[in-house]
Structures are given as C-alpha cells and as structure tokens.
C-alpha cells in the first residue's frame, strides 16, 4: 500500500500520558483495517505535565515524554509508514502554557530576566503598560497597601506563592531570608507583578489565547522565533516521520498567510491544513498556502440536510415562550437583556459586546492605547473599539483581503451606536492602515472576541435546537434541502478537495451520534414541546432557555454517568452566563446551580423523571440511529478528506470536553471489525456493530478505489417520500442516505419512491446485495440499512 501526497481519509487520536504514541503505535494494524489512510495525532510537543489535550505546549524542542517522547513518535511513524499509512500532527504555533512557569524555559527566562532576557521579544507584551513589568493575574486577593500578599514567600531562592513558584531576578535577593519577611519586597523588584485575577480583564499586558491567561501568545512572525519553535517539526520532515500538519488556530498570528509560506519551506510543501472557522459565505484566501480547513464548514452542511424544516415553528414557537415566560427574567451577566434573542445576529452582537467589555477589555484598552497617539487608552476609542469587534462579522479580516469586512462592521457599529459614528470612522481609518501595529492587533483580536462571545457563550443561550450550534456554523440557518446542500458538496469539490471533512472532534459541543438524536427533535417539534413541560414541572430549574439546551443534551447523550451529566450542566450553565456565572459566585446564582445539579440527580433518583427521559429518548433512538448513518456516510463518502474521531466508528454519544477525550475501546473496535470482515451483517442495534461496518466500507472503498469518488452529482429521487433521501454519485460511487426519518416511517415507509441510476447492475458494498440499474426501488435498496453504497457490480 503507497501514502499519498494528500490523506484519502484520516483517524485522529488523542495522545496523552495515559494513550502515548507507543499505545498509538499498537493500533496502528487497526487502523489500516479500519480503512483509514492515514493517521492523525493531537498535539505531541511538550505540554504542561499532567495536560491532557496538549495544547498548552511548553516546550518546542521535543516530543513530550509523557508522550512516549521522540522514541514514541519514531515508533508510530515507522508502524504507520509500514502499513502504508501517513502521519498528521497537529502543532500549536500561536502561544506556549505559562501555568507552571518552571516547565516553559521561554517563560520562566522571561519572568526571571524581564527585559534584558533573550525571550522578552518571543513573547507579544506591552511592557509599558506594566510599568515594565509582566503582569501575572494569579492572586486570590489583592496584595496590601504596604505590598504585602498573603501566601507570599521565599524558598530555596524562589518565590512561592502558595503552590506556584516564581523565579528571582539575579541579584536581587541578598539580604532576604526565606519565608514570608521579605517576599514583598523582593517581589518589588521583579520584571513580573503578582496581581489580583480580575485584573486579566482590564489591565493584563500580554496576549494570549482567547482568554486563557496560562496560555501566552508567541510572535512567530519574528524570524528567529518561528525557526526555534519550528526546529523539531522541521526535524520530522528532514527525517521522514510526519507527512502533514494541522495549523490550530491560525487566527491568532499577526500574520497567517506569511507563517503557512514559511511552514511550506519548512515542509517541503507537505500537506498542510488550518484550524479556520469561515462564516457564511466566507471562503480561505486563495493565496494561503494550506489544502483546506479542518472541517467545521462541512460539519455544518452535513447536520442540516438531516433537519426537517418543517419544525422551526414549533421550535421557534417553543423558544419564544421560554424566553417570555421565563419567571426570573434576569439579564444576563453581560448586561444585554435577551428579549429579541432568537435573532441570532442580535443575540450575538450583545454576547460580543459583553466579552469586548468583559474578559477581553484588557485586549482591547490595549488597541486603544495602540490607536491613539499619546499611548492613552480613550474611553469613546475602547467604546468603539468594542462596538468594531461585536459587529465584526467574520473571525478575522486579512488585510488587504477583508478590506469589506472592516467596513461592513463600520456599519453595523455605525447603526448599533450612532453617537460613535465619528470615532468609529476615525478608529476604522487607523484599522484599516495594514501596517499600522493597531490594524495587524485588531486582526488578531476579533477572532477572539468571536470565539468567547459565540462559541463560548451564544452557543449556550441559544436554545431552539442544540444541532445547530456548533463550531463552525451559523445557528440562524435551520436546515438545507437535498439541492442546497449537493451545491455546496459540489462547491467543496471544486474549491478545495483536498480539505478536511469532520462530524465530531475534540472541540465539538456534541458528539455527531448526539446532534443526530437531537436533530429528530426537528420532526417531532410538539412533543418535544410537550415533554420539556412535564420535565420543568418535574424538576424546575428557573431559566427556560438553558432547560431547554440541558434536557436537549441530556436525552442526546443518554444514556450517561450522573458525573457526565453534572460536569456539562455546570460547564453549559456558566458558559451561558444567564444564571450563574465561571466567576460571580452570587447568592442567586448559588441557588440556581443547587437547583440545577437537583434536575441532574432526579433523573438518576426520581422514577417520574427518569421515565419522561427515557420514554423520548426510547421516541428518538431508532431515527437518531439512521440520522447517524447516513450522516457518517455522506460525510466519509463526499468531497474533501474525512476525518473520524477517535472512537466514533462506534456510536459515541459524547458532550463537550472533556467529556470527548474519555478512553477509547479499541479491543471492543477490533472484534466488531474482524466479525464485520467476515462478511457478518450486524443489525441496527445498540452494539454500534452497524455504524463500524459503514465506516469500514465507505474508508476501505475510498482508499482502494479513488477513482470512484472523482465528481460530485446529485441523484434525482421521485415519489413520495422523495423528501426523506438524498442521494450523490461521486464518479461511480453512489451513496444513498436516508433523511427525516419519522415522516419516513409515519407515510408507512418508502412506496414508490426511487432514485435513477445508470442502468446498469449496482453492488451495495454494505450488504453485499446486487441491485438492477435505472430505477432503483428505495424499499429495496434501503432495506437492511437507512444507507447504501453502491458501486458497479461487473467491477471489483
């Protein structure tokens, strides 16, 4: 078996401590089985210690050893290589974890030599904003009048403050003793300053990762910083171990398409892909040196062909009156009222704004300081600047590529605020100045604000069905037509076919099994209305819009370990931040989360409560199942390169992370699959037998038989139940998937529905049946499964 120059399909793995590339390394035969053609790693560089996902990257200079080291990545690439697979590993070129200073050499040279160290430049600080200093929001408590923190010592000539060590500048500690005496004073003469955590919003003085402050961004547009931090991926190439990369968030470089050119002559122009949400209608910018994105665009396209768009009444209608009636009718912790909330872009406007105002202020007092000519944030500049990046409609411009979208949010900030019509176009000229500092910041700071205001937060109030907030996609859209969504397959294949396709990854809010279930809550709009009612009068939370996305998720994943269910309705709950909040531990939002977790037990402890979940989730089970299949076939048959998340050729009915990266059965996986190439033909049960065999087929065809999937067309189905099937031929490959299910099953099945063919004589590669072309009879061909992949039968 040969690797391509481009991965046919790829199967992305979680390494950690507790799964290291030597454990990947075994599984690798299984992979190959599988179908997959090559195989895909998270981040492998050194992480902080016990980091679990990798991407706090403290060390670029080496595989981490928790990881299985350089050994463990030697033993993975030659295992993969000889079983014809390909390697992609995902790096992390915009920022370094600083939780624990002591594990990054960057960090601690940093914080131990200020200014004078050789990192100072490595790192994106405004030093004069600090007074010359790093400003580290750590404590609990704001230090004393006299300097003085509690928790404040000096052991073994370092600075301890509770359990986080400190470096201390040469020099600066003669005379002090350890203990707490003198560690006020020593730490007066730092280049870093302890200070209290809620100054991350308004005062922090470096970049970051979104709002993580253990996460600080890296200048890699300086020459000498990309080659250090790139040394040992560039030794992967040289050396033949890797064949691609995943780029994680791009957006937070100064300059992306300069970076992605250098990573080409590092590379030797391998196959590079970028971690890039586009919106709408945004497209890459063509003269990016990147295949394509990881996939969040066609996520987005895949779920809605499989949402019936017959029930965004109901759903809207439900909503509505969630948000009217709700008893408490709080505002939510940003301070914009959600009387209009089910208007998407409204909503989002406010849930920016808050962010701009909130845990990103310091990122944008530091534009304003950038803006203006005497170094001075102004307040009407920081107002407009935080009206500029909620309006901003895309991640990111790239100036000069996005020039209108810069201008598009002019008016959006123009309409919204028409007193800060004249310093919005003031601050807008300055912005628009591609080599003024403030225009490549403010580039590098919208996508934050977007990420925080809508991922992070909108996603978590917007309530009318949980499908349809996920990374990547515009929850304002509520479902595509068959002839919708073949446009944009056939637009995929023609802009970038060598892109990434995904369903589920470590970022998804819901695992695509769980968005499948959810999605039939699209057909059955007044019951799903009816039992949300029973389960607010059962186990009263007090906020109608979060209920509805909690019970959503709940009956999506079910069933799930109380503790699973727990951890998401707290992490949704204060992501959401309506009713309580990560920070603000009031007496109200005490008792709402009291209330909150009592939903959680009385599914668990409660006979009424647990019978209203289980009797729908028994409604949506079976449609839920051939939702999933016929996702996961469209996806791992159409154009760009699919990728399968770990474990997900089984059902996996996985929430947000963590909850995504639990530990996968792979022994469970290899049995299934070894029955599955025997030739068994599992039912549609709860094994997941059928998912597996789906996946099998559909990765074992492509990679074997590229020259089946070349185009993209549409089938053309007639009768009936056209509605419930869509249909492609990807240049000889014929997939078939079943949508709308219910409807499907309540007309009584698929009568005289049939989809034209070439008449010629078709082989289903899941049952193995062989079909006579032209008409193809639905009830026929979908007979075993709600799925078919047919190819021509006088072929092999």
Do not use: C
Not at 40 to 57: C, I, N, R, T, W
Not at 537 to 565: C, H, K
Not at 599 to 624: L, S, Y
């Amino acid at each position: 078996m040969t690797r391509h120059h481009h991965p046919r399909s790829t199967y992305r793995l979680q390494i950690r401590a507790g799964f290291d590339l030597f454990a990947a390394a075994d599984q690798v035969r299984y992979l190959r089985d599988l179908g997959a053609d090559w195989v895909y790693l998270s981040p492998v560089l050194e992480a902080e210690p016990g980091s679990d996902h990798g991407y706090d990257v403290v060390d670029h200079s080496r595989v981490d050893p928790d990881r299985g080291g350089a050994a463990g990545l030697e033993a993975l690439a030659t295992g993969a290589h000889d079983a014809g697979l390909g390697v992609l590993v995902d790096i992390v070129p915009n920022h370094v974890g600083v939780a624990t200073p002591k594990a990054s050499t960057w960090w601690w040279d940093l914080l131990n030599h200020g200014r004078e160290s050789r990192y100072a430049d490595a790192f994106d600080i405004d030093w004069a904003a600090g007074g010359g200093k790093v400003l580290l929001p750590v404590l609990g408590e704001p230090a004393e009048a006299d300097g003085r923190i509690e928790g404040l010592e000096v052991v073994d000539g370092e600075l301890h403050y509770y359990d986080n060590v400190y470096p201390i500048a040469p020099g600066t500690l003669e005379g002090a003793a350890d203990g707490p005496a003198d560690a006020a004073a020593v730490h007066a003469r730092q280049s870093y300053e302890l200070v209290h955590w809620k100054k991350a919003d308004t005062d922090l003085n470096y970049r970051r990762f979104f709002a993580v402050n253990t996460l600080a961004g890296i200048r890699v547009e300086e020459g000498w910083v990309f080659d250090e931090s790139h040394a040992e991926i560039g030794r992967w190439f040289r050396e033949g171990l890797v064949d691609g990369l995943r780029v994680d968030h791009p957006d937070g470089l100064a300059d992306p398409g300069g970076y992605l050119d250098r990573l080409a002559a590092l590379t030797g122009g391998a196959h590079v892909l970028v971690e890039k949400i586009l919106e709408g209608d945004e497209r890459l910018p063509e003269d990016w040196a990147t295949d394509g994105t990881t996939g969040y665009d066609a996520l987005a396209d895949l779920d809605r062909v499989f949402v019936d768009p017959r029930g965004a009444a109901a759903l809207d209608g439900l909503d509505s009156r969630l948000r009217a009636d709700d008893d408490h009718a709080h505002a939510p912790a940003d301070g914009h009222v959600a009387d209009e909330a089910l208007d998407w872009h409204r909503m989002i406007l406010g849930t920016k704004r808050g962010i701009a105002d909130g845990i990103l202020g310091s990122e944008i007092r530091r534009l304003a300081r950038l803006v203006s000519t005497d170094g001075r944030a102004d307040d009407e500049v920081v107002d407009a600047l935080a009206e500029l990046a909620a309006a901003f409609p895309v991640y990111r411009s790239y100036l000069p590529q996005g020039a209108d979208q810069l201008a598009r949010a002019a008016e959006i900030a123009t309409e919204s605020r028409p007193d800060l019509a004249a310093v919005v176009a003031r601050v807008v000229d300055v912005l628009a100045d591609e080599s003024h500092p403030a225009s490549v910041r403010f580039q590098q700071t919208s996508g934050m604000v977007m990420a925080k205001g809508v991922e992070d937060t909108a996603f978590y109030r917007y309530s009318r069905l949980a499908t349809l907030t996920e990374v990547g996609a515009d929850p304002a859209e509520f479902s595509l037509t068959p002839a919708e969504f073949h446009a944009r397959q056939q637009a995929r294949l023609a802009e970038r076919p060598f892109g990434m396709t995904t369903l589920s990854t470590h970022d998804t809010k819901r695992s695509a099994d769980v968005r499948s279930r959810v999605s039939v809550l699209s057909e059955i709009g007044d019951e799903w209305t009816a039992t949300l009612e029973r389960l607010r009068d059962l186990a009263p939370i007090g906020d109608g819009p979060f209920e509805n996305i909690l019970w959503q998720s709940v009956v999506g994943a079910w069933p799930a370990s109380r503790q699973r269910l727990h951890d998401y309705a707290e992490k949704a709950s204060r992501e959401a931040s309506t009713s309580t909040t990560w920070t603000d531990r009031t007496p109200e939002a005490e008792a709402f989360e009291e209330r909150m977790h009592a939903a959680i037990d009385a599914v668990f402890d409660r006979e009424e409560v647990r019978h209203e979940i289980e009797r729908i989730v028994d409604v949506v089970r079976a449609p839920g199942r051939s939702n999933s299949l016929g996702l996961a076939l469209l996806q791992l048959t159409g154009p760009g390169s699919p990728d399968v998340y770990q474990g997900g050729e089984l059902w996996d009915h996985s929430l947000v992370d963590p909850d995504n990266r639990r530990e996968v059965d792979f022994g469970l996986r290899r049995r299934l699959l070894d029955q599955v190439a025997a030739g068994e033909t599992p039912p549609v049960d709860e094994t997941g037998a059928a998912k597996l065999l789906v996946t099998h087929r559909a990765l074992t065809l492509r990679r074997d038989r590229p020259e089946l999937f070349t185009r993209y067309g549409a089938l053309p189905v007639f009768g009936e139940q056209a509605d419930s099937a869509v249909a492609a031929d990807r240049g000889g490959a014929l997939t078939i998937a079943t949508r709308l299910p219910v409807a499907l099953e309540q007309a009584g099945g698929w009568g005289d529905t049939v989809v034209l063919v070439q008449g010629r004589r078709w082989r289903d590669v899941l049952t193995g049946r062989v079909h006579d072309g032209g008409r193809l009879r639905l009830a026929d061909v979908l007979g075993t499964y709600p799925v078919a992949l047919l190819v021509p039968a006088d072929e092999q």
